[in-house]
């Protein structure tokens, strides 16, 4: 059955502000001729959201998804690391993590966590994680590249001094990148397809959905201001490129072809690779 999916799945994306730590890459300098305003109606600017965020967000649903069944999931620091707070990491494997790549030990290809996101040294993980391309224009954007609907924009806060006699000076400026109204595919490709894989990822994308405001499962660095609360759906792997377009049209519904299709997945394939998911976590580490 896992032969009839493909390697590339897409994960649909919704959040209003997005901002995330390790910078969105714009290609402002197209849009205003070097003359950036942050406050400019007219700013039509895209950009590149870096897939790191967007990992780290995914491994800690499907760490979760993994201890909810009692598992135990890979530390994602190195274990031989200096830590700095080692109460923490200590911590951390009391509950629900084994030390990274321990469970090499046990089989060659490790735990299910280890084996999609990789280890030590030669070990690339099996799911390759890629960057969202975004666009404001939506004619432009590509769905079945893992492209979004997006804006970029420079956020300003003024740190203003509290006390009274100083009458609000503001004591500095900090600017933000963030992208609002993100409506768009996250491509995923699998470098080996295992159904075990397919099923962890779907409950982790419905877990992260169900916990989208809690501060743990919020994506990106706004997380006290509403920022990174993400709607998200593993959209259907049996959908070919023009049922996945009509995901994100706005003026038209599923067909009765997208519905049969979504019966199949939900009740065959689904469950059919989530077994897969339960023997792998009862026999790994
Ligand atoms: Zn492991």
């Keep these: 059955?896992?032969?009839?999916?493909?390697?590339?799945?897409?994960?649909?994306?919704?959040?209003?502000?997005?901002?995330?730590?390790?910078?969105?890459?714009?290609?402002?300098?197209?849009?205003?001729?070097?003359?950036?305003?942050?406050?400019?109606?007219?700013?039509?600017?895209?950009?590149?959201?870096?897939?790191?965020?967007?990992?780290?967000w995914l491994r800690h649903g499907m760490e979760n998804v993994v201890q909810k069944r009692d598992g135990t999931a890979c530390h994602p620091g190195e274990s031989n690391a200096n830590f700095r707070k080692d109460d923490v990491y200590s911590r951390?494997?009391?509950?629900?993590?084994?030390p990274k790549g321990e469970c090499l030990d046990e089989a060659d290809t490790g735990c299910v966590i280890h084996d999609l996101f990789g280890g030590f040294g030669n070990r690339p993980g099996k799911v390759m994680r890629r960057p969202i391309k975004f666009s404001p224009i939506r004619s432009s954007v590509d769905y079945t590249r893992g492209q979004a609907e997006g804006h970029y924009r420079r956020l300003n806060r003024n740190i203003v001094s509290r006390n009274r006699a100083d009458d609000r000076e503001p004591l500095r400026n900090t600017e933000l990148d963030a992208v609002a109204n993100l409506d768009g595919c996250w491509h995923l490709s699998f470098r080996e397809l295992k159904p075990e894989f397919i099923a962890l990822?779907?409950?982790?994308?419905?877990?992260?959905?169900?916990?989208?405001?809690?501060?743990?499962?919020?994506?990106?660095?706004?997380?006290?201001?509403g920022g990174g609360i993400v709607n998200c759906e593993l959209i259907n792997p049996l959908y070919d490129d023009h049922e996945l377009r009509r995901v994100f049209d706005r003026g038209k519904g599923a067909t009765n072809t997208m519905n049969d299709k979504n019966d199949v997945w939900n009740e065959e394939h689904l469950n059919d690779f989530r077994s897969d998911l339960v023997e792998r976590i009862e026999d790994g580490p």
Aim: charged share 25%.
């Design 1 to 56: 059955m896992i032969d009839e999916i493909d390697r590339d799945v897409f994960v649909r994306i919704q959040t209003d502000l997005l901002v995330v730590g390790d910078s969105i890459m714009t290609d402002r300098h197209h849009a205003s001729g070097g003359n950036y305003e942050d406050t400019d109606p007219q700013n039509q600017i895209g950009g590149i959201i870096p897939a790191f965020s967007l990992s780290g």
């Design 92 to 98: 951390d494997l009391d509950a629900g993590y084994h």
């Design 201 to 225: 990822l779907a409950e982790a994308i419905d877990y992260l959905d169900a916990h989208n405001t809690d501060f743990m499962h919020q994506l990106g660095g706004a997380r006290n201001f």
